[in-house]
């Protein structure tokens, strides 16, 4: 049966971190959730710009949104989120998966981090669990918590549009890897079969595109239809046994992402940089050897 609801998908990409954030609206009532927004970093000079997030906020200005989320489906590790800069200026609660506090306290040691940091989620504003709803004027959504790439990735659902997160690419890249503290290919094959149990039609939308070999423009919207019949590395003839084979091989050949360091001390955090020193300076940590 097709989903009756059919939210309006604007997509911004970032061909820096090839990443896409997405502005979901009720075309009725102009309720607006904004997923996965990127902050501009530069990692030569640490320093930080918002032509991406400007970009989001001309758009919601211009079309007249009315935006009441911000929506993270991770702790990203290859962008920074501009989750805080776009609150101030247009508003919206930053929400992200509940179980963030596992990731928090994995990277709360790793950086060091003093006892003033929290590991209980509290730095959004909001934390969604498996079934939560989030109403965008007369679409219901939902959350599926869908982890594996990390152990807190979720799925947002409104309407006939999934957005997936890093669980999958296009069908001709994949899905994610599984190698970062708390990855788990078992658990990203349990979670992709549930979303491809979705209705074929439903839209799918992915945080990133790579483009794949023999592909010349980049692309990030598919159906589970297309994914459950395309998608080279998870479809209905792939086990559990040789998913996990291939990604455990696949990933050991990846580098990590450039700005993995950076981008998850701010991303726990919501966004924020870490507190200032005493000379005004806020600085983030590269841990020798520690990963």
């Known amino acids: 049966m097709s989903n009756p609801a059919k939210p309006t998908v604007k997509a911004f990409f970032d061909p820096d971190t090839f990443t896409v954030s997405y502005l979901v609206s009720d075309s009725a009532s102009k309720s607006t959730a904004i997923i996965d927004p990127v902050l501009d970093y530069d990692p030569k000079s640490g320093r930080t710009s918002t032509k991406s997030a400007d970009q989001i906020i001309a758009y919601a200005r211009d079309q007249g949104l009315k935006v009441e989320w911000i929506l993270e489906t991770h702790v ?4 920074l989120t501009a989750a805080p800069y776009i609150k101030e200026a247009l508003g919206g609660k930053i929400a992200i998966g509940a179980k963030v506090p596992m990731v928090q306290e994995v990277f709360k040691g790793l950086f060091n981090e003093g006892d003033n940091f929290a590991t209980d989620g509290s730095q959004f504003d ?19 918590e869908t982890p594996g790439h990390t152990p807190a990735c979720v799925t947002y659902l409104f309407g006939d549009a999934a957005f997936i997160g890093d669980t999958m690419f296009m069908p001709d890249f994949g899905t994610a890897r599984c190698d970062f503290p708390g990855g788990d290919a078992k658990a990203l094959y349990t979670s992709i079969n549930r979303i491809l149990e979705l209705p074929g039609d439903t839209r799918v939308f992915t945080c990133h595109d790579y483009l794949a070999d023999g592909r010349d423009e980049y692309a990030w919207e598919s159906t589970v239809a297309e994914q459950k019949s395309k998608n080279v590395h998870i479809n209905e003839n792939v086990s559990k046994d040789d998913f996990v084979k291939m ?21 726990m955090r919501a966004g924020q940089m870490p507190e200032a020193e005493q000379n005004g300076i806020s600085y983030l940590k590269i841990p020798v050897n520690g990963v």
């Not at 990203?76 to 962008?79: I, P, Q």
Request: glycine share 12%; aromatic share 0%.
């Open 76 to 79: 990203h590790a290859d962008h």
């Open 126 to 144: 909001v934390l969604l669990g498996e079934g939560d709803t989030i109403k965008l004027g007369d679409i219901n959504g939902g959350v599926m």
């Open 247 to 267: 990604r455990a091989e696949k990933d050991k050949t990846l580098n990590m992402p450039v700005l993995i360091l950076p981008s998850v001390q701010v991303n």
